[in-house]
């Protein structure tokens, strides 16, 4: 069975340090994958995607994937309050343009004022 | 601006009664999902469908049938609601990337 595996938390931070937040995933087909973060009694909301070995960065949030350790992780710099939230993890299966998304239970980020 | 909207947003109703979920999109993305959300489950997939006529059944399918008569709705029934189909349920929609759209969230309750 294809598997998307996150730890639940939570995770605690203190205001200003990095969060880190990570992922596996066990169909190696998998292409993409997605970072949706999700607040408490509302739907998840987009704030990365990556599909390539290596980093992508965008403002506070950096992706980065390893294909061959089939490992997704998600760094928030500068964590603030507003960041705290359960994380979901998401890798596509199947192909072309009807992909479908696994996702991983979720991981709740806490950040500490 | 293009969204999704899902209806009703919080539901109550009782045991072997049918209900149905509705879900629209402004996108014209040819994909929508269906999914449901449980404590220690994550997002499990219903349904799917990949355009206009076209349906498939996910990993928790049982219980829940969809139709797709257009590009806009892809609405979820319950044919005989059971308790343990109370759950928060999400639509999503994509285009030809795989990136989904989620929509705000039913709210379903079984008695």
């Known amino acids: 069975q294809k598997e998307v595996e996150q730890n639940s938390g939570p995770l605690s931070v203190p205001e200003g340090a990095i969060a880190s937040l990570n992922c596996t995933y066990s169909d190696r087909g998998s292409q993409s994958f997605f970072w949706y973060r999700q607040y408490s009694g509302k739907s998840p909301e987009l704030i990365m995607f990556?599909?390539?070995?290596g980093d992508k960065e965008d403002g506070r949030f950096t992706a980065q994937l390893n294909k061959a350790s089939q490992y997704v992780s998600l760094l928030i710099r500068d964590s603030q309050p507003s960041d705290s939230a359960t994380y979901l993890c998401?890798?596509?299966?199947?192909?072309?343009?009807?992909?479908?998304?696994?996702f991983g239970t979720g991981t709740l980020l806490a950040v500490q004022p | 601006d293009a969204e999704i909207t899902q209806s009703p947003r919080h539901k109550i109703t009782e045991t072997g009664r049918q209900v149905t979920l509705a879900c629209h999109q402004t996108w014209n993305h040819n994909n929508m999902f269906w999914y449901r959300q449980d404590l220690g489950h994550g997002l499990r997939l219903i349904h799917y469908s990949y355009g206009v006529q076209d349906t498939n059944k996910g990993e928790v399918s049982d219980g829940y049938s969809v139709s797709r008569s257009n590009t806009e709705d892809l609405p979820l029934t319950l044919e005989s609601a059971a308790s343990s189909q109370t759950s928060v349920y999400f639509c999503?929609?994509?285009?030809?990337?795989?990136?989904?759209?989620f929509g705000p969230g039913t709210r379903l309750t079984v008695l």
């Open positions: 999503a929609s994509s285009s030809a990337t795989d990136t989904q759209y």
């Open positions: 990556i599909y390539s070995n």
């Open positions: 998401a890798a596509s299966i199947g192909g072309g343009a009807t992909n479908k998304l696994i």
